[in-house]
């Protein structure tokens, strides 16, 4: 907690023989970040682009696989492979196998998918046919009319209203008989003369043509009772073929889901092994693992090389400026929701104070500050739950969301009795505090205090992370750092005398002024103290014009950031005051004779909005003072993440 996990830096030296049991062990551990072959030095000059090769190809199989599987109607979960990987050979053999049942499944898909156009055709035409059913008309006289042009086809519904644009000039009829799926199916009529100007007008307006069945020689009823038996005949050989599809689901389901998970794993060993290096018939696996597990990983590559690969401990940032040492978080259960909260802003350095534990407690807190309501809280509380227990299955990736809704409610809920507000009604309970409509000062008063507090937390975690980091000096001299803590305190100081009309002593003024100076002389101290020469770069008076408006532009930062905390209160205010338009509506609204029942209406629903709404911009205004007021204190976030070689299937 408040530090990433330890890391050690390893180097394995592997034979050529055993590279491939090595890299499946590693894989399996879970615990290994691979270097980037880029700093490997002339290790990283054996590095071959066939791997990636490999990488892209193991890609193009498993999409495939997720195709066919789909196809089957199974969903693209997969089942443990429990054979040998080969990455080099894996390819070639899973290959054969996977185009042998493309082959048989894409031959019956495809008759599936022209079974179902030929259905739908028959369905288009026996509408068609319907509509003309009360006609003693034989189909083939239609076709050859004397006096009229008819065409048959589907266009967009929303196209039929363009047609009348398009066809004023002439006389025309446009029938539509069926409409399904955002289309029609209609029948136009024109006279034979103006039929190239209607084939026209309906080919704008995308008419896909129906023509009548050519085989049908009598009425509409005779052919409708043709076309009847057709569409059952397709619809019988599509149940045949449905069922074929149900048995290939069942024989190439399972291997296919193998196949997948083979696939997974092997991608993942390729894409390790395009990271080793390589020189004269030895690999180089060279990476960070977690030091209390270095131990367990050099036990287990012993094992698998049997005796014949060589682990070296390299000290942290021994591969120089190039690369960072990963960092993994590890901090309480409760904590780890909360830690995507601060991985949106930026990763920790490995060196950097990790900020999870303190943004636990603020970030609650803070919510609460400005959503303190009793009810509104449980609300949360139970909106949380649902999705932590992952009731609702959809929603079950969602389990972490709703930990910190959890924790969000229960804060709110708490300073919703400090306030005496339950579902904005502040006539309910007591206030174990104070109102926020009565006692807008205090409230607003002691907002600026807890930011103080909080701001001296980001400073001393400044000087921590420099500590940590063997800048001792930036961590001293910075004006967010040891300087800039005691300048801050006592300017804090002196607003504080003079709004309390009490007289300033003149040492704080005396302290005072020596830190300004300190810090405007913050470099030059910073390389006399370390032995950095020269000690001043370039003029002295630039240097100093330089440190001059830095010194301001943090003055100008210390008093917007403690101000910025104005916003706990002010929403705290706009949240009880948001609660009371609620109940005046509700009052003005609900005087009539069904009055009871619409006041309870609008209260109900006030209530929704207020949590949805007010909850959601709360949210915003906690990360807001988060990010910019605390984070931007001594927080970086510059890191890499922790990714461990893994394989993918399992």
Request: aromatic residues 8%; proline residues 5%.
């Amino acid at each position: 907690m408040f530090a990433p996990v330890e890391m050690s830096e390893l180097d394995i030296f592997v034979p050529e023989s055993d590279i491939d049991a090595v890299a499946e062990t590693l894989a399996r551990l879970s615990i290994v970040h691979l270097q980037d072959p880029s700093a490997l030095g002339k290790w990283g000059e054996g590095v071959g682009p066939e791997w990636l090769g490999r990488v892209t190809a193991y890609t193009t199989q498993e999409r495939r696989v997720e195709e066919l599987l789909g196809r089957l109607g199974m969903g693209p979960g997969s089942r443990p492979w429990k054979g040998r990987l080969n990455p080099a050979d894996d390819l070639a053999a899973i290959e054969e196998e996977l185009r042998e049942i493309e082959t048989e499944v894409h031959t019956l898909t495809q008759r599936e998918a022209e079974l179902k156009r030929e259905i739908r055709r028959w369905e288009l035409v026996a509408r068609s046919l319907d509509s003309l059913a009360p006609l003693s008309v034989k189909i083939s006289d239609l076709r050859q009319l004397e006096l009229l042009h008819l065409i048959a086809g589907t266009i967009p519904t929303e196209n039929l209203a363009r047609l009348e644009a398009s066809l004023f000039r002439i006389p025309y009829a446009i029938i539509p008989v069926h409409r399904y799926d955002g289309r029609a199916l209609v029948f136009g009529f024109c006279a034979h003369e103006d039929a190239a100007i209607l084939e026209r007008a309906l080919q704008s307006a995308f008419l896909e043509p129906l023509a009548l069945p050519e085989e049908s020689k009598g009425t509409p009823q005779e052919a409708l009772a043709e076309v009847a038996q057709s569409l059952e005949q397709a619809q019988n050989e599509l149940a045949a073929v449905q069922k074929v599809q149900q048995e290939l689901a069942q024989r190439f389901g399972p291997p296919l889901q193998s196949m997948l998970t083979r696939i997974r794993m092997d991608r993942a060993i390729a894409d390790a092994r395009a990271r080793f290096g390589h020189r004269e018939g030895t690999y180089l696996i060279s990476g960070w693992v977690p030091k209390d597990r270095a131990t367990e990983l050099a036990a287990a590559v012993e094992e698998t090389s049997g005796g014949q690969a060589t682990i070296e401990e390299r000290p942290i940032g021994a591969s120089g400026e190039r690369t960072k040492v990963p960092t993994l978080l590890k901090n309480f259960k409760l904590l780890t929701p909360l830690e995507a909260l601060v991985t949106t802003y930026g990763t920790p350095g490995y060196r950097e104070i990790d900020p999870t534990p303190i943004l636990g407690v603020t970030f609650v807190v803070m919510f609460g500050w400005m959503f303190g309501d009793l009810g509104h809280g449980l609300v949360l509380v139970a909106l949380g739950a649902l999705l932590a227990l992952r009731v609702i299955s959809r929603l079950a990736g969602q389990a972490q969301t709703g930990t910190i809704l959890i924790a969000c409610g229960l804060s709110s809920a708490l300073f919703g009795l400090l306030y005496g507000s339950v579902f904005g009604m502040e006539d309910l309970i007591r206030p174990l505090w104070i109102s926020p409509m009565h006692d807008m000062w205090t409230l607003l008063g002691a907002s600026i205090a807890f930011g103080v507090v909080v701001l001296n937390v980001g400073f001393w975690c400044r000087v921590a992370s420099a500590v940590r980091s063997g800048n001792i000096l930036e961590g001293v001299f910075h004006t967010n750092g040891g300087a800039g803590l005691l300048l801050y305190s006592c300017l804090i100081a002196l607003v504080a005398f003079v709004a309390l009309g009490v007289a300033v002593p003149g040492w704080l003024v005396v302290v005072s002024g020596l830190l300004v100076l300190t810090l405007l002389f913050a470099q030059p101290l910073t390389n006399l103290l370390s032995g950095k020469r020269p000690v001043v770069h370039g003029s002295l008076s630039m240097e100093v014009i330089q440190a001059f408006f830095e010194l301001f532009e943090a003055l100008i930062g210390y008093a917007s950031n403690t101000l910025s905390y104005v916003r706990l209160g002010a929403f705290a205010i706009a949240h009880a005051g948001l609660s009371l338009v609620v109940f005046i509506i509700a009052d003005i609204l609900g005087s009539g004779p069904a009055g009871g029942v619409l006041r309870v209406l609008i209260i109900v629903g006030g209530n929704i909005v207020v949590i949805g709404f007010e909850g959601l911009v709360v949210l915003i205004q906690t990360l807001r003072l988060e990010y910019y007021e605390l984070f931007g204190k001594f927080f970086e976030g510059e890191g890499v993440p922790f990714k461990p070689l893994t394989l993918s299937g399992l």
